[in-house]
């Protein structure tokens, strides 16, 4: 129980999914296939109330595509008028240098592109968007001009793993500051197109020992995996404030309709934070109390990481057993 | 010296769990590792222990140095010059992180 006993008041991060809509179809998307009435702006403003009143300090916009509203450059301004933090994750369609002047006149601390492959045939094939990788080039630059820091999201699977290093020499022609290198989640989509896609255990071993030594050896560069999985390799970096999975501990994800889940790849509601009390769900939901709890299974019992790792993904151990406890399917003990 | 935090460091006072540690503290129990003041710095999160919390709350770039070390001593009931020097090297610490500077 000591997760639970050094919870947070909060979560640090609300991961906020305003529109499953999308002008992109991409082969490994969580969310392409969902529908869920969306919130009206004076709505979403009184989520922002209370997100603030909780002292949540992150709002960090994703999709769908966040710039499918017209209306995210009035929340984000509303929001950031109250103190909050607030970035975005975006394909780049839309940014042009007049969207970049308004992401920066709305407050944006930080916006985040997807580039998949630093080769642009390829991530063009992947989102299916011909021309996509010179516009999500090319918003990187409207961003830089206008002052913007910029971070670069890449979800790694059989397209790109062994080509990340290209990835990064692409981020730093781009002034981009920090890099994710986000593991691949078989919800939505990337479950229906795993077979393709995922890495094998071994490959995902391969990958991350080398990933973590280039991490290692960048300085000019942040590089990010986000992924408890990786804590029995050399270089881990534990984090200070929480063992295994984040989601459910440092932070939540709302849907269109003010639904919270753990995260964007677990489709279990917790509570609806418009019509629910917050507090009540953050700290009493049986679902985030199953997450911060988990017990070792299987292969995990005995496992040396466990302390660290707590079973690596919850997400993906959920996607593929419907079980938080058991072994992330991608771990290669 | 009026330290004032770095208004780029984003940070939140965790109530709930300060209380549970200063409860921790009186069963005897060593609470040094425990966080109360959790800091978000560039991406990275870092969280500072009771006295460490303390301290930093009340860098608001109007309070002195010696003002800090009385209010916790007062509040702690320790001699303020037991105090002097941890608070100092604390903030020495800070500054070298570029998180607190002299307003
Ligand atoms: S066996 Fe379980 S605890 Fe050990 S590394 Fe794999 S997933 Fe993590």
């Not at chain 1, 390829?122 to 409207?142: I, K, V």
């Amino acid at each position: 129980m000591r997760e639970q006993n050094t919870l947070l008041s909060a979560p640090l991060t609300f991961n906020w999914t305003l529109s499953f809509r999308c002008n992109f179809s991409c082969s490994h998307c969580y969310s392409r296939e969902e529908q869920v009435p969306e919130l009206s702006l004076a709505e979403l403003k009184q989520v922002v109330d209370i997100l603030r009143q909780k002292q949540v300090p992150f709002i960090n916009f994703g999709g769908g595509e966040p710039l499918i509203r017209p209306d995210l450059y009035d929340l984000a301004g509303y929001a950031t008028a109250q103190g909050l933090n607030v970035s975005m994750n975006s394909n780049g369609w839309l940014l042009d240098a007049g969207a970049a002047e308004k992401v920066k006149a709305a407050g944006f601390k930080s916006v985040g592109i997807s580039i998949d492959s630093a080769e642009a045939g390829l991530h063009d094939e992947f989102r299916c968007m011909p021309g996509s990788f010179d516009r999500a080039t090319a918003a990187l630059q409207h961003l830089a001009s206008a002052g913007i820091r910029t971070t670069m999201s890449a979800v790694i699977s059989r397209i790109n793993f062994r080509q990340f290093r290209e990835l990064l020499q692409l981020a730093r022609e781009h002034e981009v500051k920090q890099v994710y290198l986000h593991n691949f989640k078989c919800s939505g989509r990337g479950f229906q197109n795993r077979e393709e896609l995922d890495l094998t255990p071994e490959e995902w071993k391969d990958f991350y020992r080398e990933a973590l030594e280039v991490k290692q050896e960048t300085d000019d560069l942040s590089i990010s995996f986000d992924d408890p999985v990786i804590a029995s390799l050399p270089g881990y970096d534990a984090d200070p404030l929480v063992k295994g999975s984040s989601c459910g501990k440092l932070s939540l994800h709302l849907r269109p309709n003010g639904d919270i889940t753990p995260c964007g790849f677990i489709p279990l509601v917790v509570g609806n934070i418009l019509r629910d009390d917050f507090d009540t769900l953050w700290n009493e939901s049986p679902l985030l109390l199953k997450m911060r709890t988990k017990e070792a299974k299987g292969k995990c019992v005995g496992c040396g990481a466990y302390e660290d790792c707590l079973g690596g993904c919850t997400a993906r151990a959920f996607a593929e057993t419907g079980d938080f406890s058991e072994p992330d399917p991608h771990c290669w003990k | 010296m009026k330290p004032k935090r770095n208004p780029d460091v984003i940070w939140r006072h965790e109530q709930r769990r300060e209380q549970q540690l200063l409860e921790a503290a009186e069963r005897g129990e060593d609470i040094s590792e425990g966080g109360t003041v959790i800091l978000v710095v560039n991406g990275t999160m870092h969280q500072l222990n009771l006295l460490g919390g303390e301290i930093w709350r009340r860098c608001d770039g109007e309070t002195e140095l010696a003002a800090i070390v009385q209010e916790i001593g007062a509040e702690y009931e320790v001699a303020a010059e037991e105090l002097e020097q941890d608070v100092r090297e604390f903030l020495v610490d800070l500054q070298q992180r570029g998180w607190v500077t002299d307003a």
